[in-house]
């Protein structure tokens, strides 16, 4: 007992405290708010495709539940936007954030709702990356590079499967290579801990580890809009969500893949790719490098309509080098590229064995 007492180390969780799913789960939203707290005065955070629809039937119904609704769009992820749609939330006296839409405007809303000391439910109308119900934001800085914040999770997730299985199958594809880099993240976790003693709880790789495994054993069903497909897909990114929230970072979901990933970002900003699909392409070839079976994970992602290489990403040839020689540099994090870095050598000779590099 003595030895718990002068225990200093201490673990908070923040975790969602209400999370609903399936066939039509928006009809729920109003009840889920009610039972949240003395939320009246709601900033709803939309995108300017799924404003007009999706946003006003969040609007039409939460205003019949007597909420008062203010709506704002948002249409990047920028630093402009956040300022926008903080001086929004401040002007309208909002006391919660609902966003509903995409990973932008998710990632937006919680950021804001985090600077102002507010808490923000998530309402996806696609699950493009792992980012609906966690504590991750990823945004872009006044330079247009790509940041990396941690916040609270949403307050709650009302995640509409019927809504969700309508959004364009690339989004769907994105989120579905978003997860399966869960197979390559928690490796490069274990190998932190072997290697420099970073803790990571077992509880959170187990989480991250099952996603990847849900996403990968729904890969038709998804493919095809099923809808055990895209409840697998939503599960698993809350799961990823619930992971993250438990190491209290992201290292159990982002590690070498993703480094891959924002590394692109930074060495070829004119891209059209989605993060999702870079870090499917980056599991294939650090997976291999883990010494993992790389052509199932490239399977896998055919399966789902995802690119597996750089032809299919849109991006030359030499911009996957160029990621691959500074991906061990983008982030304080160590994974299977070490703290050197890959040769040019190595990088090319990985990118063509994968078939990244046809």
């Known amino acids: 007992m003595r030895r718990l007492q002068e225990a200093k180390w201490v673990h908070e969780i923040d975790l969602p405290v209400k999370v609903v799913t399936g066939s039509g789960a928006l009809a729920k939203l109003p009840e889920v708010l009610e039972v949240l707290g003395s939320y009246r005065t709601l900033a709803l955070l939309t995108g300017p495709t799924v404003g007009p629809v999706v946003g006003k039937r969040v609007e039409s119904s939460l205003s019949s539940y007597g909420f008062e609704v203010h709506t704002h769009t948002i249409t990047a992820s920028d630093a402009e936007a956040v300022s926008e749609a903080e001086s929004f939330v401040r002007e309208v006296g909002a006391q919660l954030v609902v966003a509903v839409g995409g990973g932008k405007v998710i990632d937006v809303a919680k950021y804001v709702a985090h600077q102002l ?11 493009s990356h792992d980012g609906i119900a966690s504590p991750a934001i990823s945004l872009k800085d006044v330079n247009g590079y790509p940041v990396s914040k941690f916040a609270k999770p949403p307050l709650a997730v009302v995640a509409d499967t019927d809504v969700i299985a ?10 579905f290579g978003d997860i399966i880099g869960k197979i390559t993240s928690v490796r490069d976790a274990i190998l932190a801990k072997k290697i420099k003693g970073e803790y990571v709880g077992d509880y959170s790789l187990a989480l991250a580890r099952m996603s990847a495994a849900m996403v990968a054993g729904h890969a038709e069903a998804i493919a095809k809009h099923e809808p055990e497909g895209v409840s697998a897909l939503v599960e ?11 190491a209290g970072s992201s290292r159990p979901c982002s590690g070498s893949e993703h480094n891959f990933s924002h590394a692109l970002d930074l060495v070829y900003p004119d891209k059209k790719s989605l993060h999702g699909e870079q870090v499917g392409v980056g599991t294939i070839m650090m997976a291999y490098l883990h010494g993992l079976n790389w052509r199932r994970v490239q399977r896998l992602l055919q399966t789902v309509g995802a690119p597996t290489n750089c032809e299919e990403l849109g991006i030359p040839p030499e911009a996957i080098i160029r990621a691959l020689l500074v991906a061990h540099r983008v982030r304080n994090r160590y994974t299977i590229l070490g703290e050197g870095g890959l040769s040019e050598t190595a990088a090319w000779r990985l990118a063509r064995v994968t078939q990244v590099i046809p």
């Open 117 to 127: 000391g507010l808490r923000f439910v998530s309402v996806p109308t696609a699950v």
């Open 236 to 246: 698993a990114a809350i799961s990823c969500g619930v992971a993250m929230a438990i």
């Open 166 to 175: 309508q959004a364009p199958h690339r989004l769907l594809a994105s989120g």
